[in-house]
């Protein structure tokens, strides 16, 4: 019974755990944050300790930043135009430009990319109403010695024609990212696409 049953007992463990994780962002959420997502007609729970560290008209990164650990979400609208942009290909190729141009390396031509040669998981769901597609691997600093997981929700907006690509990863090279890698996630997964 287990056998048979063990995806749908972890997503539903995993929808418990991103639930609890939830329930305290909203208690501690970060009002700045809010507005400006607002404007952007997204919204998003990011708790108190998130910065938004760029913000420009289609770009946003918002990160939680220690010594030892980095946290971060960026947040990228594409003009939709074409059901192939949904494409696992064509959005990892999407991603990687926005990360590429925005993203930059502590080295001089250093930036984040995706990393490619490790499989990168692509699924399709439903998210708030939204047709989305998730992709899960690892990123990599282009250039230099950074990397980590990463999970990215792209959402369609209709209304707008554009896609809301979210892009979660986690930089924690001495510690499991598993734990911090679940808090992003919560994260990403409060996205709603406002009406």
């Not at 991103?18 to 997502?37: G, H, W």
Request: one cysteine or more.
């Amino acid at each position: 019974m287990f056998a048979k049953s063990k995806k749908s007992i972890v997503d539903t463990l995993l929808k418990d755990e991103r639930a609890r994780y939830l329930q305290s962002y909203r208690k501690f959420e970060n009002p700045e944050i809010t507005r400006v997502l607002k404007k952007r007609a997204v919204k998003m729970r990011f708790p108190k300790g998130y910065d938004l560290d760029v913000h420009k008209d289609a770009f946003m990164w918002v990160a939680h930043e220690t010594p030892m650990i980095s946290q971060g979400v960026i947040i990228s609208f594409i003009n939709y135009s074409d059901t192939a942009q949904l494409h696992k290909e064509n959005l990892i190729h999407q991603i990687d430009s926005v990360l590429k141009k925005n993203v930059p390396g502590a080295l001089d031509g250093s930036y984040m990319a995706i990393e490619k040669r490790i499989d990168i998981i692509d699924q399709k769901m439903l998210l708030n109403k939204n047709y989305t597609v998730k992709l899960t691997g690892l990123w990599r600093t282009e250039g230099d010695y950074m990397g980590g997981p990463f999970v990215s929700l792209v959402s369609v907006d209709t209304k707008r024609n554009r896609l809301v690509v979210c892009f979660g990863y986690v930089y924690a090279p001495r510690y499991s990212k598993r734990n911090y890698m679940r808090q992003v996630e919560t994260i990403l997964y409060s996205l709603k696409i406002r009406e």
